[in-house]
T-cell receptor, first 113, second 114 residues
């Protein structure tokens, strides 16, 4: 069974600061990796995904994530955050042959204007 | 809006009562998923349908829980004899046959058991 760890539960940044949220997963086989975002009062939305190929993937709103297979990591980054990035971010993994998503516990990001 | 919809959005019930939630997936999405999310946690997988067939169930889905998708379109999740520990947000997601990996989530049904 797969598992996902997000080490930062709460992050507070000022606008224009750089962001990096950690995500590590545990699974021995091929995986698909995702970051979802949940803005206040809204439902989960897909931010970006990795399947194969270039380990650096770009998503919406200037977010990117890098898959490092040797470290079982899929960290989310953004060079300069905005107040509107205030949200909860969830990392998720899916076994390549499976159907279910396994989510981490989430990181609540607050960006101060 | 053509996204995933869920009804009701909020449900308050007394312990021991039965509750039923409905999920309408994105039109033509043949795969449907139920997840549960408790406060401070990420969503946890409950069950998965491909068309009308329930193909996967989590151990979290006790015998008090039952899910159906009778015509391969909308789905219902019923909880019998609710317990306070069932209080959570119940999320539904769907994905298409062509892009099976991309799950689109609904707004969820927040259940409070008193």
């Amino acid at each position: 069974a797969q598992s996902v760890s997000q080490h930062n539960h709460h992050v507070i940044l000022s606008e224009a600061a750089s962001l990096e949220l950690g995500c590590n997963y545990s699974y021995g086989g091929t995986v698909n990796l995702f970051w979802y975002v949940q803005y206040p009062g809204q439902h989960l939305q897909l931010l970006l995904k990795y399947f194969s190929g270039d380990p650096l993937v770009k998503g919406i709103k200037g977010f990117e994530a890098e898959f490092i297979k040797s470290k079982f990591s899929f960290n989310l980054r953004k060079p300069s955050v905005q107040w509107s990035d205030t949200a909860e971010y969830f990392c998720a993994v899916k076994a390549n042959a499976g159907n279910m998503l396994t989510f981490g516990g989430g990181t609540r990001l607050m960006v101060k204007p | 809006d053509t996204g995933v919809s869920q009804d009701p959005r909020h449900k308050i019930t007394k312990r021991g009562q039965n509750v039923t939630f409905r999920c309408d997936p994105i039109s033509e999405h043949n795969r449907l998923y139920w997840y549960r999310q408790t406060l401070g946690q990420g969503p946890e997988f409950l069950t998965y349908f491909q068309n009308e067939a329930q193909l996967e169930k989590s151990r979290l889905l006790s015998d008090r829980f039952s899910a159906e998708r009778p015509k391969g379109s909308f789905s219902t999740l019923e909880i019998q004899r609710t317990e306070q520990g069932d209080s959570a947000m119940y999320l539904c997601a769907s994905s298409s046959r062509l892009v099976t990996y991309e799950q689109y989530f609904g707004p969820g049904t927040r259940l409070t058991v008193t």
